[in-house]
């Protein structure tokens, strides 16, 4: 079974500073996808960014951009120019490019901006 | 769109009472998902249905959770009773299939504490 682990229970940055968000899985798959999703406290699971797997170049999208290392099983989340809208918990989660539906989340990176 | 939409946002309940969360997918998407949020196990699907057909149920807790989806249109997550334990949040999701490379549309998920 995939697993996706998220290091860092907590991050803060400083607004308009850089922070990157860490986050590792584990499969034996080749076609796959990896997203992103911010909570802020609303709760609403917004996507933000994804990336496919056999894609090499990382996926970007405007401030948020990932570093994919699909050797390492890495996936990254770098948010630039810190905003403190950006304040949420953020998730890392799998998805199979196969015919297994299910999307495995990380535990979840809680980001403070501060002012 | 008014993406997914889930009732109550808010339920506050007695132990042993019976409580329905209700879902609304996106209009299209013949898929649906029912996930819980806790501060210990995180995101847990509980279930998935595929074109209104249950396809995969193994992440129910137990007898007392039940899920139906009348139609493509509505979705239900029962509990009886209900337990302190069962306190969560609970998350509805669709896609356009059963394979979401572009990932799953959250609704803002239903609160549901037990007492």
Same mark, same amino acid.
């Given at each position: 079974?995939?697993?996706?682990?998220?290091?860092?229970?907590?991050?803060?940055?400083?607004? %308009?500073?850089?922070?990157?968000?860490?986050?590792?899985?584990?499969?034996?798959?080749?076609?796959? #996808?990896?997203?992103? #999703?911010?909570?802020?406290?609303?709760?609403?699971?917004?996507?933000?960014?994804?990336?496919?797997? #056999?894609?090499?170049?990382? %996926?970007?999208?405007?401030?948020?951009?990932?570093?994919?290392?699909?050797?390492?099983?890495?996936?990254?989340?770098?948010?630039?120019?810190?905003?403190?809208?950006? %304040?949420?918990? #953020?998730?890392?989660?799998?998805?199979? &490019?196969?015919?297994?539906?299910?999307?495995?989340? &990380?535990? &979840?990176?809680?980001?403070?901006?501060?002012? | 769109?008014?993406?997914?939409?889930?009732? *109550?946002?808010?339920?506050?309940?007695?132990?042993?009472?019976?409580?329905?969360?209700? +879902?609304?997918?996106? =209009?299209?998407?013949? =898929?649906?998902?029912? /996930?819980?949020?806790?501060?210990?196990?995180?995101?847990?699907?509980?279930? /998935?249905?595929?074109?209104?057909? *249950?396809?995969?149920?193994?992440?129910?807790?137990?007898?007392?959770?039940?899920?139906?989806? *009348?139609?493509?249109?509505? =979705?239900?997550?029962?509990?009886? *009773?209900?337990?302190?334990?069962?306190?969560?949040? /609970?998350? +509805?999701?669709?896609?356009?299939?059963?394979?979401?490379?572009?990932? /799953?549309?959250?609704?803002?998920?239903?609160?549901?504490?037990?007492?």
């Amino acid at each position: 079974a995939q697993t996706v682990t998220q290091s860092q229970p907590e991050m803060s940055v400083q607004e %308009a500073e850089t922070v990157t968000l860490s986050c590792t899985y584990d499969t034996s798959e080749s076609d796959y #996808y990896l997203f992103w #999703y911010k909570q802020p406290p609303s709760r609403q699971m917004i996507l933000v960014i994804r990336q496919e797997a #056999y894609k090499q170049q990382n %996926a970007t999208e405007n401030r948020f951009s990932v570093n994919f290392q699909k050797a390492a099983k890495s996936f990254s989340l770098k948010i630039s120019d810190s905003q403190l809208g950006d %304040a949420a918990m #953020y998730f890392c989660a799998y998805h199979s &490019g196969g015919s297994n539906y299910k999307l495995t989340f &990380g535990k &979840g990176t809680l980001l403070t901006v501060n002012p | 769109d008014a993406g997914v939409i889930q009732s *109550p946002r808010h339920e506050v309940t007695e132990m042993g009472q019976e409580v329905t969360l209700r +879902c609304k997918p996106i =209009s299209g998407h013949n =898929s649906l998902f029912w /996930y819980r949020q806790t501060m210990m196990r995180g995101l847990e699907l509980l279930i /998935y249905f595929n074109n209104n057909v *249950p396809i995969d149920d193994s992440g129910m807790p137990e007898d007392r959770f039940s899920a139906k989806m *009348p139609n493509a249109s509505f =979705s239900t997550l029962k509990i009886q *009773p209900s337990e302190p334990r069962d306190s969560a949040v /609970y998350f +509805c999701a669709s896609s356009p299939h059963g394979r979401a490379p572009f990932g /799953y549309t959250f609704g803002s998920g239903t609160r549901l504490t037990v007492v």
